[in-house]
């Protein structure tokens, strides 16, 4: 019950009708988004004003798809709209837009020159009063992006909380029989988009995950014989080994700053975690004794790490200072739970949990309270959290010769959606919003 | 009567263990099975006498590394047969199956493959001949959704080399 009266105070949702405006300043009304209550709000989007045409409609597409598949809006269908094409010199007929039951409106314009220029307005049509008005320019090589950037600037002026949409998501692309799958590092933009090949697949390759500050990954690489963890510069392509520790190093994430890895050395059977500054050859011993820790992933003020250990007899989550030392047990289910993720905003960790023969993915509270499940199957794991904190990705395996899935799906369990992907796919982790 | 059940009963079990080591013969796939090889099991100490009448791997149960009874007689017979051709070199993989998550499974495996190096050193076997490697869940030797083909994943492997 705390978690949903927490949840009542995000301001998830503007202008659409539920509930009238706390704040009478705004004019506005907003969403209260807890659990079944809530609607998508109806939002209209006509095609973008653009001199081509056809490349103003595409952009808006971008956008009401990206909307759409957020969960928190229903695109109406332009076909059905008052007005086919944006407008954003003039202020709109509010009473046109009120009678077509729209209170939301998106006006956009796009062209497309040395840069793209893109410049949209959103109104709300009950009040008469503009929401946003913003301008964006990008490089024409990208042009997917400005329909982004856009994009989380709806949603943000809209729904009160920061999007998720100029973002890219790195995942294991697979390929292969099951028994010899070659397992190699993509990337794209969230939406499925734009999609690269990083590794060449001659070795395995695993686990991921973005900096939160560079344009740079560390994985798992299994080309030196054991796995061992790398770092790879995403504007070179270069990649290096972290370091030689123990016999395998694993289960590699960055600190929120960027400066540190936090990974796992196995050495004799015996896994612990360590943290090394990047750079460094001297890693810091984080955990010690004969268990197996690992999935260290750190809080986004960096003075924590939430962590998997089987110190108790099957895997839990654990949560210690960034230094080391007074590890908490946290989770208390039935069953067992590994892959831990901290929240970009500190509230919540997502995790993997088995029991009763299926996995989960599902959240929980930092002290370990409010736990509830998203998503449930024969196997699911590897959450990986948008950087706005409301949504999470991760992969679902339905078993034999067939392979795995990326979906997302949002905190409160709904909105579930698989991500198109041209193989199957694996582990994703979701990029900080780009710059 | 009564002296009747007990033979039944041993038959039953006759024809049970039977049938499990034709279902384990026949899953093992071509590359790294010892269940395809061909008549005859190999000339003393050849990589296919090791595979054929040693054996090459030990299983494991769910989420453990412990040795099964039957695990620590494949590894006698392994250190009996290492010890004696000590020209090869020998690598441990540590492998587990689909059902836990990614990153546990690595570690697993490397704790299945660290208990089987401790056991063969145990019985004479030079630590400086082994290597170990952990694959996790990512080479899997059977295929199926049940637990037939994850007892087989659930496994060491001792590769001679």
């Given amino acids: ?435 | 009567m009564r002296s009747v059940t007990p033979l039944i009963g041993f038959l039953r079990g006759v024809v049970l263990v039977a049938l499990v080591v034709a279902v384990a013969a026949c899953s093992r796939t071509p590359t790294t099975g010892v269940g395809n090889l061909g008549p005859g099991g190999g000339a003393p100490g050849s990589q296919q006498e090791f595979l054929v009448t040693v054996g090459d791997r030990v299983f494991f149960e769910t989420d453990s590394s412990a040795l099964t009874p039957t695990a620590q007689q494949t590894l006698d017979k392994q250190a009996v047969w290492l010890n004696r051709y000590t020209n090869y070199r020998i690598l441990i993989e540590g492998h587990a199956d689909e059902r836990g998550t990614r990153e546990y499974n690595i570690a697993l495996g490397a704790r299945r493959g660290s208990v089987v190096v401790n056991y063969l050193v145990s019985k004479g076997v030079n630590p400086g001949r082994i290597t170990t490697k952990s694959f996790g869940k990512e080479r899997p030797v059977a295929i199926c959704n049940d637990i037939s083909c994850w007892s087989q994943n659930r496994r060491a492997v001792t590769v001679v080399q």
Avoid: C
Wanted: proline content about 7%; overall charge neutral; cysteine-free.
């Fill in chain 1, 1 to 435: 019950m705390t978690l949903i009266t927490r949840r009542s105070a995000l301001k998830l949702g503007l202008a659409g009708g539920v509930f009238a405006a706390a704040t009478p300043a705004s004019a506005l009304v907003q969403i209260v988004v807890s659990g079944a209550n809530f609607a998508p709000l109806p939002i209209a989007i006509p095609d973008f004003a653009s001199s081509d045409p056809s490349f103003g409609r595409e952009i808006a597409d971008i956008v009401r798809n990206n909307l759409r598949r957020s969960g928190l809006f229903a695109p109406l269908d332009p076909a059905s709209l008052p007005t086919r094409v944006g407008d954003v010199q003039n202020t709109p007929d509010f009473l046109s837009w009120r009678t077509a039951a729209v209170d939301a409106l998106v006006m956009g314009q796009v062209e497309r020159g040395g840069q793209i220029q893109s410049s949209v307005r959103v109104w709300d049509t009950q009040a008469a009063q503009q929401v946003v008005g913003k301008s964006y320019g990008t490089d024409p090589q990208s042009y997917r992006r400005i329909a982004h950037i856009v994009s989380d600037a709806i949603y943000e002026s809209l729904a009160g909380e920061t999007g998720y949409f100029d973002t890219r998501v790195v995942y294991v692309a697979e390929s292969g029989p099951k028994a010899n799958r070659t397992k190699r590092l993509a990337i794209m933009d969230q939406d499925g988009a734009n999609v690269q090949y990083i590794t060449s697949g001659k070795s395995l390759a695993l686990t991921p995950r973005f900096s939160p500050t560079r344009q740079m990954l560390t994985y798992l690489n299994f080309e030196d014989g054991n796995p061992q963890v790398y770092l790879l510069d995403l504007s070179t392509g270069k990649q290096q080994r972290l370091g030689s520790f123990g016999q395998m190093t694993f289960s590699p994430r960055f600190s929120p700053d960027g400066s540190t890895i936090a990974f796992s050395v196995e050495t004799g059977g015996t896994t612990n975690i360590y943290a090394l500054p990047i750079g460094s050859s001297q890693p810091a011993q984080l955990t010690s004794g004969a268990a197996i820790d690992t999935s260290p992933s750190y809080s986004p003020d960096g003075g924590r790490i939430v962590f998997e250990s089987d110190r108790g007899g099957s895997q839990q989550l654990y949560i210690m200072g960034a230094g080391g030392g007074g590890a908490q047990r946290i989770s208390y289910g039935e069953g067992t739970y590994s892959t831990p993720v901290w929240s970009p905003k500190g509230d919540l960790i997502a995790f993997t949990r088995q029991s009763g023969g299926q996995f989960h993915i599902g959240i929980m509270r930092p002290d370990g309270s409010s736990e509830r499940l998203l998503a449930s199957s024969f196997h699911a794991e590897g959450p990986t959290w948008a950087p706005n904190g409301r949504v999470i990705m991760f992969f679902r395996d339905p078993g034999g010769d067939a392979g795995p899935s990326l979906y997302s799906v949002d905190i409160w369990g709904r909105n579930e959606q698989q991500i198109p992907t041209e193989s199957f796919a694996s582990d994703p982790a979701w990029s900080p919003l780009r710059t």
